[in-house]
């Protein structure tokens, strides 16, 4: 089992930053694949930003260039640095983490809000 708890959403203006956090307890061990995704209402779960246990990244067309993922090892923890934000990127934001095996673990996400 794997444990996934995200902090660091809140209300920002437009052009703002904010840093997500995701960090991951149990058997971390296991983890191959982390990734961010978010979801508006009444919208699918799309991806955001993922990066493997190589640490090679991607992005969605719509964050490259503004949003950075990476993680720290030590800390099992991930990150999701998002710069010159815009009201497009208000939605709630979910850590995925997949195991060796395939399973697939969510956190409880986290609303950002981009409003002015």
């Known amino acids: 089992q794997v444990q996934l708890v995200e902090s660091g959403g809140g209300l920002v203006q437009p052009g703002g930053s904010l840093r997500l956090s995701c960090a991951a307890s149990?058997?971390?061990?296991?983890?191959?694949?982390m990734a961010w995704y978010r979801q508006t209402p009444g919208q699918e779960r799309d991806l955001v930003a993922s990066?493997?246990?190589?640490?090679?990244?991607n992005y969605a067309d719509s964050v490259k260039g503004r949003f950075t993922i990476s993680r720290d090892i030590a800390k099992d923890t991930m990150y999701l640095q998002m710069n010159s934000l815009k009201p497009e990127d208000t939605a709630v934001y979910y850590c995925?983490?997949?195991?060796?095996?395939?399973?697939?673990?969510w956190g409880q996400g986290t609303q950002v809000t981009v409003s002015s």
């Open positions: 995925q983490a997949v195991v060796y095996g395939g399973v697939i673990y």
């Open positions: 149990g058997r971390v061990f296991t983890l191959y694949h």
């Open positions: 990066i493997n246990i190589n640490d090679n990244t």
